[in-house]
C-alpha cells in the first residue's frame, strides 16, 4: 500500500479508524478486523480517547501488546465531551493533558504519532490551546498535532501563531459533503498540511445501506442520533444514484466511494471505520481501485463540487452555523 507524508513520518494511504471498536464491535471481531487490516497493507490505525469511553483505546493497546513484532503509527483525539467533562472544559489545559497520558496508558505506547484535537472551540483563546499541544510535542509525549473537523480560518489561524504544529487535518469528505473543498483542503494543499479524510462512505449511505425507507435497528444511525440526522431525503435520492451508478460499472458502491475520495486532489490519506470484516474488504479494494474519468463525471453530476448533500459537519460547531447563534460567554 502506498504512503503520504504526515509532518515529519509518513501514514498508510488507508487509516484504520477504530470508532466501533467496544461500541458495537466486540474485542475479538475488533481483533480480526485489526489483523485484516495490517495484513491488507494498513500501518496507521486511528482513535479518540470518547471512542467507547476510551474501550477502543484499550483494544488497541491490548492488540498492539499481543502483536510485538508489529509495527503502527497510532493516531488518536481529545476534545470531545467524555465521562462527567464537558465543554468548555474538554479544551483547557488540565483535561487536554490528563487525557493524553491516559490515552498513553490504555495505549500502551510511549508517545503517540499524532495527537488531534477532536473538534473546534471558541470557548478558549485559540493560541492557549495550540500552546498545550505545542508543550506536549516538546515533552515528547507526542510526535506531532492535527485537527479535526476545523474551518480554514482556525487553521490559519494556528498557521500563524505557531507555523509548524499543525500537521494534520481530519475531515469529513463524500460525494455526500463537498464543503471542504472550498476553503478547507486548498489551504491545506497551499500549506502543505495533510488531509485525512473520514466517513468516505457516508455512514453507509454510499455502500446502499439506507435506500429503502426508515433506518436498520443495526445501523450506525440507529445508534447515533448525530448520524441519523444526515439520512435525509436529499441524501437517499443522491446515494441511490450513486449506487445505480457503481452496479452499472460493475464495482461494489462502498469501495467506489473510498476510491472516490481516495482520488480526490489533495487527500493524503482515507480513513475507514468498519464495524465488520466485510466493511474493510470494501475499503482496501477501493483503496487500490481506480475510478475511470467517464465515471468521475458522472458522480460529479450526482452531486457537484463544493456542495452537498447531507450535513457531515453537523457535530463541528461550526458547519451548521451553530457558532453565529451562540455567543458562548466570550467577550472577544
Same mark, same amino acid.
Not at 493497546?61 to 465521562?83: F, Y
Not at 503517540?112 to 477532536?118: E, N, P, R, T
Not at 486532489?265 to 475499503?283: M, N, Q
Given at each position: ?6 509532518? #515529519? ?38 482513535? @479518540?480517547?470518547?471512542?467507547? %469511553?476510551?474501550? #477502543? ?34 479544551? %483547557? ?103 485525512? @479524510? ?18 436498520? #435497528? ?69 483503496? @487500490? ?23 457531515? %459537519? ?19
Amino acid at each position: 500500500m502506498q504512503r503520504s507524508p504526515l509532518g #515529519s513520518s509518513t501514514v498508510s494511504r488507508l487509516i484504520l479508524g477504530s470508532m466501533n471498536f467496544g461500541d458495537p464491535t466486540a474485542e475479538a471481531d475488533a481483533f480480526d478486523i485489526l489483523d485484516l487490516g495490517v495484513d491488507g497493507g494498513i500501518t496507521t490505525i486511528d482513535c @479518540a480517547d470518547v471512542y467507547a %469511553q476510551g474501550r #477502543s483505546e484499550d483494544i488497541v493497546g491490548t492488540w498492539m501488546a499481543q502483536r510485538p513484532s508489529v509495527r503502527v503509527e497510532i493516531l488518536t483525539k481529545v476534545g470531545m465531551p467524555i465521562g462527567d467533562v464537558a465543554p468548555p472544559f474538554t479544551h %483547557q489545559r488540565r483535561h487536554i493533558i490528563t487525557s493524553c497520558d491516559a490515552s498513553l496508558r490504555r495505549l500502551g505506547v510511549e508517545q503517540i504519532d499524532l495527537y488531534q484535537l477532536h473538534k473546534p472551540t471558541i470557548d478558549e483563546r485559540w493560541e492557549d490551546v495550540l500552546g498545550v499541544f505545542a508543550d506536549l510535542v516538546d515533552a515528547g509525549k507526542i510526535a506531532a498535532f492535527g485537527t479535526s473537523s476545523h474551518p480554514a480560518w482556525m487553521l490559519a489561524e494556528a498557521h500563524r501563531t505557531h507555523p509548524e504544529l499543525v500537521v494534520s487535518e481530519q475531515c469529513p469528505y463524500n460525494l455526500l459533503d463537498r464543503r471542504v473543498e472550498r476553503e478547507v483542503i486548498p489551504w491545506c494543499r497551499r500549506s502543505r498540511t495533510a488531509v485525512l @479524510a473520514f466517513s468516505p462512505v457516508a455512514a453507509g449511505l454510499l455502500a446502499g445501506r439506507y435506500r429503502d425507507a426508515g433506518i436498520p #435497528s443495526d445501523s450506525r444511525a440507529a445508534r447515533r442520533p448525530q448520524v441519523s440526522d444526515r439520512i435525509n431525503a436529499e441524501a437517499r435520492e443522491a446515494s441511490a444514484r450513486w449506487v445505480t451508478l457503481a452496479d452499472e460499472s460493475g464495482i461494489d458502491p462502498a469501495a467506489a466511494a473510498v476510491a472516490w475520495v481516495a482520488q480526490r486532489g489533495g487527500v493524503s490519506a482515507v480513513i475507514c471505520g468498519p464495524r465488520t470484516l466485510g466493511h474493510l474488504r470494501a475499503a482496501l479494494i477501493g483503496s @487500490a481501485l481506480t475510478l475511470s474519468s467517464e465515471f468521475l463525471a458522472q458522480a460529479d453530476a450526482i452531486c457537484p463540487g463544493g456542495s452537498m448533500r447531507s450535513d457531515f %459537519q453537523n457535530t463541528s460547531g461550526w458547519g451548521s452555523g451553530q457558532w453565529s447563534t451562540n455567543n458562548f460567554g466570550l467577550d472577544h
